[in-house]
């Protein structure tokens, strides 16, 4: 594996402020991302919804990479 590997081709993505409502910054990066077709695991983190775009937030200690 390429030390930079995690940067640029990442297993797992974490968007920080993912929201539910269209056109707020959060909502728009994290569906772009989906819609781009990225293969890893996607979580939304947003301590106000429990998922985004019907994709589930992590719960505590979920978010790690094997």
Request: proline share 9%.
């Amino acid at each position: 594996m390429n030390k930079l590997d995690a940067i640029f081709s990442p297993q797992s993505l974490a968007v920080i402020g993912a929201s539910k409502t269209p056109g707020k910054v959060g909502h728009d990066i994290f569906v772009n991302i989906l819609k781009g077709g990225y293969q890893g695991t996607l979580y939304p983190v947003n301590p106000k919804a429990r998922s985004v775009s019907r994709i589930q937030g992590p719960t505590p200690g979920r978010c790690r990479d094997h």
